[in-house]
């Protein structure tokens, strides 16, 4: 998985401090004993509009396959679950865009 990182991050993994964690419990409880909310982004019945979303305090964003989406098991680990309101008739983005449109939006509500 890693290798499938730095193919894909192009470089630019030299610049910013980053790890691999290959099992998602591991990452989570990790995160949580930091005090990081876990925000996963998917389409989900208890998924809140990120639009309408705010909270304070550092979180960690998880996205998932663009197929496949997040697990089920991560969903269930996670704090809240974000999803962005789509106007027409696609149901879903691209994930580096949900990623950016996420992130984008969270910088100024963090």
């Not at 304070?56 to 991560?74: Q, R």
């Amino acid at each position: 998985m890693a290798d499938d990182f730095r193919k894909t991050a192009l470089g630019a993994e030299k610049s910013q401090r980053w790890s691999y964690v290959p099992d998602h419990n591991l990452l989570i409880n990790r995160l949580r004993s930091k005090n990081i909310k876990i925000i996963s982004l998917e389409q989900n019945k208890k998924s809140i509009d990120i639009t309408k979303f705010d909270i304070d305090g550092d979180i960690a964003l998880i996205a998932g396959n663009e197929t496949e989406g997040l697990k089920k098991s991560v969903l269930v680990e996670s704090d809240y679950i974000l999803e962005i309101p789509m106007a027409g008739v696609k149901e879903s983005f691209n994930v580096s865009v949900a990623v950016a449109i996420s992130l984008f939006y969270l910088k100024f509500m963090i």
